[in-house]
T-cell receptor, first 113, second 117 residues
């Protein structure tokens, strides 16, 4: 079993739709959760960073963490064609594994006009 | 403030040659991480370094791969005697020390795409 599972998609939605992206994980020691956006042939760009359970909102983006279910989500409201990219979830425990991040394989999103 | 810089952006090597990938962290960042991204896969951790120290190399293949982050200059990921399976995108990330500013949030460079012929 992989430590972080993420459906690779692809996911295709019309402009203006609400997008839901999800990851599950197996290591209960994970406490820090991130979402990165990666455009084709570019480096990952940090979108959201949350600690432990709860919600965090930043503009059109909302990140949710449910540690009891080992499940994290990213919601994108009013999606735009410029949101078309691969979205990667990442997490770590900052404990025994120090700084290393564990990534999902990414979900490819296309928002069409 | 310049972001994480990597060079070269594209590197082509023949089997058996050496590949050297360079990473300059963001200004003020003293921690460097290397990740590898294979086609259709997520990023896989390779190594975590601080200046002149390897902190965690548990993701590095045991042979042919090495990394350093000298007191002066960029971090180097070195792959000796490359094979076709080494073809991938290699990303470097940098962060501040854990207790500083935004903690150990990792910021990624644009990557080096290695192709082994």
């Amino acid at each position: 079993q992989k430590e972080v599972e993420q459906d690779p998609g692809p996911l295709s939605v019309p402009e203006g739709a609400i997008v839901s992206l999800n990851c599950t994980y197996s290591n209960s020691a994970f406490q820090y959760f991130m979402w990165y956006r990666q455009y084709s042939r570019k480096g990952p760009e940090l979108l959201m960073y949350t600690y432990s359970s709860g919600n965090k909102e930043d503009g059109r983006f909302t990140a949710q963490v449910d540690k009891s279910s080992k499940y994290i989500s990213l919601f994108i409201r009013d999606s735009q064609p410029s949101d078309s990219a691969t979205y990667l979830c990442a997490m770590n425990d900052r404990g025994s594994t120090l700084g290393r991040l564990y990534f999902g394989r990414g979900t490819q999103l296309t928002v069409w006009p | 403030n310049a972001g994480v810089m990597q060079n070269p952006r594209h590197l082509v090597r023949r089997r058996g040659q050496e590949a050297r990938l360079r990473c300059s962290p963001m200004k003020g960042h003293s921690h460097v991480y290397w990740y590898r991204q294979l086609p259709e896969e997520g990023l896989k951790f390779m190594v975590y370094l601080q200046k002149e120290n390897i902190i965690d190399e548990s993701g590095m293949p045991k042979e042919r791969f090495s990394a350093e982050f000298p007191k002066e200059g960029p971090s180097i990921l070195r792959i000796q005697q490359v094979v076709r399976g080494d073809s991938a995108a290699y990303f470097c990330a940098s962060s501040q020390p854990l207790l500083a500013g935004d903690g150990d949030t990792q910021y990624f460079g644009p990557g080096t795409r290695l192709t082994v012929l």
